[in-house]
């Protein structure tokens, strides 16, 4: 994932100590202006050098994944964490300069004197960092608050499982994919993003099951909820909409059903497959709306009926075609 290998950011307190006492160590190898000098180098290239990574570990805003864009979006105020970086940038161009300026200027002169310019650079270094205190600390707490995104790979043909809670999305994920399943929390859910793979005809599927975001009407969510919601649009090649007509789940079918409505709305161009769950309890011969609710698959995840088949519905509807290497060739 994009963000995962974000460095820790430094603070402008943790960056000034370090310059300065590594420079403090350099001086003491040396004599008079030199010793001077020396230790205004390294002061400058501590700082530049680490200011400039803060900025140019980042990836390109304008060149990821517009899922992963979004999804930052909803998360960090990517517009201000940009300027940020920008600001970070300057200092470390800004940090260079008075170094190589004051390094200059402390050549020409007797050890007093470059003693006193180098006090006054070191002066002026500290106040332009402290000046991107605020930027490395937004820098800092975007790049705690991204790292743990969601693994999703928006090149992989996915299937968004959506439906209310506890009509059995995550045992469905569950039984079709692999054990190894990771769960993590993120910034908008408490429940965790699921997310399993699975394979067929030799093409991997990523099944994405989002608590929290297409597990309620639109309306019910919050601003980052809903955003995440909305990136899921980049990623999403077909949505398997779970209904428990049972009831079991606690949800009337009604409200099922029009959360089903909601979410054909939001992704318009995306297949939906619905599949009538927990067919062990209310199998859909006996109940009387049945043709309201108008599956494309029953199944029953508990016994294990008709699962194969749910993900084989949506897997045709997605009819991915990968692209075969010397195609066109
Ligand atoms: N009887 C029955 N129970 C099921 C079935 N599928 C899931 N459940 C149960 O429904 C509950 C909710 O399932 P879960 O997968 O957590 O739902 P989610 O909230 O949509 O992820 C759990 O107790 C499951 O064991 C099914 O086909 N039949
Ligand atoms: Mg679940």
Redesign the pocket.
């Known amino acids: 994932m994009i963000f995962e290998s974000l460095p820790t950011t430094p603070t402008a307190d943790e960056l000034v100590d370090q310059a300065f006492s590594r420079a403090a160590r350099a001086g003491r190898a040396k004599q008079g202006v030199e010793a001077q000098q020396s230790m205004l180098q390294t002061a400058s290239n501590v700082l530049s050098d680490n200011l400039g990574r803060v900025a140019t570990d980042w990836p390109d805003f304008d060149a990821i994944d517009p899922f992963y864009r979004e999804l930052a979006d909803a998360i960090v105020e990517v517009d201000a964490l940009r300027q940020s970086l920008s600001e970070v940038s300057w200092a470390a161009e800004k940090t260079k300069e008075l170094g190589r300026e004051y390094q200059r200027r402390a050549a020409k002169t007797d050890p007093d004197t470059a003693k006193k310019l180098r006090q006054q650079a070191f002066a002026r270094m500290a106040s332009v960092v402290e000046e991107v205190a605020d930027d490395l600390d937004r820098v800092g707490a975007a790049r705690n608050d991204l790292r743990d995104l969601p693994d999703i790979r928006p090149d992989e043909p996915t299937v968004v499982v959506a439906?209310?809670?506890?009509?059995?999305?995550?045992?469905?994920?569950?039984a079709v994919t692999r054990a190894s399943n990771r769960v993590a929390e993120y910034p908008f859910t408490t429940t965790g993003v699921?997310i399993g793979h699975v394979e067929r005809d030799r093409i991997r599927y990523q099944l994405v099951?989002t608590?929290g975001l297409l597990?309620r009407p639109p309306a019910e969510r919050n601003a980052i909820e809903r955003q995440a919601a909305s990136a899921l649009a980049h990623v999403a090649d077909g949505i398997l909409f779970?209904v428990?007509p049972?009831g079991?789940?606690g949800y009337p079918l009604d409200d099922q059903l029009e959360l089903r409505e909601a979410v054909a709305d939001e992704f318009p161009d995306v297949p939906l497959i619905t599949a009538w769950?927990?067919?062990?309890?209310e199998p859909p011969e006996d109940h009387e709306r049945a043709a309201e609710v108008g599956a494309d698959v029953a199944?029953?995840?508990?016994?294990g009926?008709g699962v194969d088949a749910a993900l084989d519905a949506v897997v045709e509807a997605i009819g991915y075609e990968p692209k075969l290497p010397f195609e066109g060739s």
């Open positions: 439906g209310y809670p506890n009509v059995g999305k995550s045992s469905f994920v569950n699921q099951d608590p597990d779970l428990d049972s079991t789940c769950n927990k067919a062990d309890l199944m029953s995840v508990a016994e009926e």
